[in-house]
């Protein structure tokens, strides 16, 4: 589709055998299949950060930009639970550095994968890291390198720094 969008624009620009009126309305129609069609191809494409937070994930993240942990965790929780992958990243970090809670890579894990399975590259470089230490998961490289890959996947350059230091 791409391609004979770009056909029609140059033919119009190039062409000259066309109105302008029609040349206006190619340069449309590319332009917007063009900007579009990355989201269309891979729905990942599309930043979170498009589609917004809900209030409560906006407080959270405030709370805990802040060091406010408690509110942040009082915030975060109940999305991630819903499935908020972001909040459930949130949540992953906060139990690994022991921030409102008590530190627990079990805990961690747990919500990375969940964060993880949807498709979050933050949560898939740090649980393929997990899985390097063996920290809250059994320590398992092939399943390091399977989360580290998708992560690398979606540009997270951590991810990739890992994958090339397997050899992978």
Not at 17 to 45: D, E, Q, R, V, Y
Request: with cysteine; net charge positive; hydrophobic share 40%.
């Amino acid at each position: 589709m791409i391609a004979n969008s770009q056909r029609i624009f140059w033919r119009c620009f190039l062409g000259g055998a066309m109105k302008k009126g029609a040349a206006l309305l190619a340069t449309i129609l590319f332009l917007s299949i063009s900007l579009a069609a990355p989201a269309l191809i891979n729905p990942a494409f599309v930043s979170p950060a498009w589609a917004g937070h809900s209030k409560d994930y906006d407080e959270g993240e405030a709370a805990y930009n802040k060091g406010d942990y408690a509110t942040a965790l009082r915030k975060f929780r109940p999305l991630a639970e819903q499935g908020d992958a972001e909040a459930q990243f949130n949540l992953g970090w906060m139990y690994t550095q022991g921030w409102g809670v008590p530190r627990d890579d079990t805990e961690a894990a747990k919500w990375w994968h969940k964060a993880a399975e949807q498709g979050n590259a933050n949560a898939q470089g740090k649980l393929g890291f997990l899985y390097t230490q063996g920290r809250g998961v059994p320590r398992d490289d092939t399943e390091a390198v399977k989360w580290y890959r998708k992560a690398a996947e979606q540009g997270n350059n951590e991810a990739a720094h890992w994958l090339k230091k397997y050899g992978k």
